[in-house]
């Protein structure tokens, strides 16, 4: 074994981290493979059985038994063409109003969020939907590729959300609750998206303009019947599953399979389930779940090593010895996630930061489930901010030449909305309620 000090041990660690995510191998590989080799190096013979315990520890948790169900339960919403018949319910409504579609996107997304919870999925969604019907009337890409970029990434926060499925069992907190303090500030997120775009085409016409009032022709009773075709299936299902939560019913494991039933009803209903696309979803599901639990299984051998050598003593040491008391510490922990948002994935950020700050909330005195639902309202701007922005490198993905849309007209389109997380950010730690309310309503 070598022996270093646990401050150099911590420098090397998270420099070889990002080392290896900048050289561009799999982030499960990177955080798995360093911590082995840290193990190995510092801790000796001792990982071998260190490892398997920790993992199977993680792994025995019941909970975790949803996140394939909530998976499955959003592929089966992408199939059942949902999305199409809100988005063109939510057009019809509000295409008459500056900024009308970037605001029914953004709804759409809100609404979606709650059913698909996937972002690559929600965002490629939206974007062959939404955006091409803004680009043909007029709309700058900027509002219009932000909005989808915004809309489209809420799924990680608003529950059911696979994000907080994990961050449970890893802090030892309650996933219903996590679930149920989410919901405002996805909501509160949302407001502030509409409310920007709104006042944006407001001032700045030409961003949004309205849609010809012939598109807009439709009989009022018509209009209403498509809103509720469009409209009610989600909500049905939204209600099914948080309701179920909410009101103490189910678990979130069991609420998640009530959802993935409800879902594939619904497909089977608008005739879009068949063989072929059941098969899809169930293979598409299985390579997100794997995917996710490597991620899981890598970064519990870096936790487990990092915490051992006294890693953890020492962030917890350098964020508490930060000017302006508790809470000077707690911008920088907010500080130290938003820039990693930069570099790794969401997930790879959970399963390595969790078990290191979630000790020092603690210690500051913070509410638990208020700090926990902070950080994820934090990692909702790791998928906008380059370079390493997954929502951005979706839409850029899926966008057709002749829509004229470059990587710099997405970027200029997200910053607005990355600080309008910020004023969020702010909000909840002003006002805790928002995010305490409802966890301390629900039915125990």
């Not at 041990?9 to 990002?18: E, K, N």
């Not at 057009?91 to 970037?102: D, E, I, M, S, T």
Request: aromatic share 10%.
């Amino acid at each position: 074994m070598v022996e270093l000090s646990p401050e150099i041990i911590t420098i090397l660690m998270f420099g070889g981290l990002l080392v290896g995510i900048l050289f561009g191998y799999p982030l499960a590989i990177v955080i798995g493979g360093v911590g082995l080799f840290a193990g190995i190096l510092f801790l000796g013979p001792m990982v071998f059985k260190m490892f398997p315990l920790r993992v199977l520890g993680l792994m025995s948790s019941y909970v975790l038994l949803a996140v394939p169900l909530f998976i499955f339960m959003g592929n089966m919403m992408e199939i059942s063409g949902t999305a199409e018949r809100l988005f063109g319910a939510l057009y019809l409504w509000l295409g008459g109003l500056r900024g009308g579609l970037a605001i029914a996107t953004v709804l759409m997304g809100t609404i979606l969020a709650a059913c698909v919870g996937i972002i690559a999925a929600s965002t490629i969604m939206m974007g062959l939907i939404a955006l091409p019907s803004m680009l043909q009337r007029g709309y700058s890409r900027e509002v219009a590729t932000g909005s989808v970029c915004a809309g489209g990434t809420l799924g990680i926060l608003i529950p059911p959300s696979v994000m907080l499925v994990f961050y449970g069992p890893m802090s030892s907190l309650s996933v219903g609750k996590l679930m149920m303090g989410a919901f405002m500030p996805g909501l509160l997120l949302s407001v502030l998206y509409i409310s920007y775009i709104g006042i944006r085409c407001i001032i700045r016409p030409e961003d949004g303009p309205p849609m010809p009032p012939e598109e807009r022709a439709v009989p009022i009773l018509k209009k209403i019947s498509i809103l509720l075709g469009g409209l009610v299936p989600p909500v049905f299902i939204i209600l099914a599953v948080l309701g179920s939560i909410f009101f103490g019913i189910a678990a979130p494991t069991e609420a998640a399979a009530l959802g993935a039933l409800a879902a594939t009803i619904l497909a089977l209903a608008y005739r879009r389930l068949t063989w072929e696309t059941l098969t899809k979803s169930m293979l598409q599901t299985l390579k997100i779940t794997c995917m996710a639990f490597l991620i899981v299984w890598g970064a519990t051998m870096f936790t487990g090593t990092f915490l051992r050598v006294g890693g953890g003593d020492v962030v917890t040491n350098l964020v508490l010895a930060m000017p302006g008391g508790r809470w000077g510490a707690f911008w920088v922990i907010m500080f130290i996630i938003f820039i990693l948002g930069m570099f790794i994935d969401w997930m790879g950020i959970l399963f390595v930061m969790v078990p290191i700050v979630t000790p020092i909330g603690d210690v500051l005195g913070f509410d638990p489930i208020w700090f926990a639902l902070m950080v994820c309202v934090n990692l909702q701007m790791s998928f906008m901010t380059p370079p390493f922005a997954y929502a951005i490198f979706f839409l850029k993905g899926i966008s057709k030449p002749e829509w004229g849309v470059t990587t710099a007209h997405i970027i200029r389109g997200v910053i607005p909305f990355v600080a309008l997380i910020i004023i969020g950010i702010v909000l909840c730690a002003v006002f805790p309620q928002i995010i305490l309310w409802l966890p301390n309503m629900m039915i125990k």
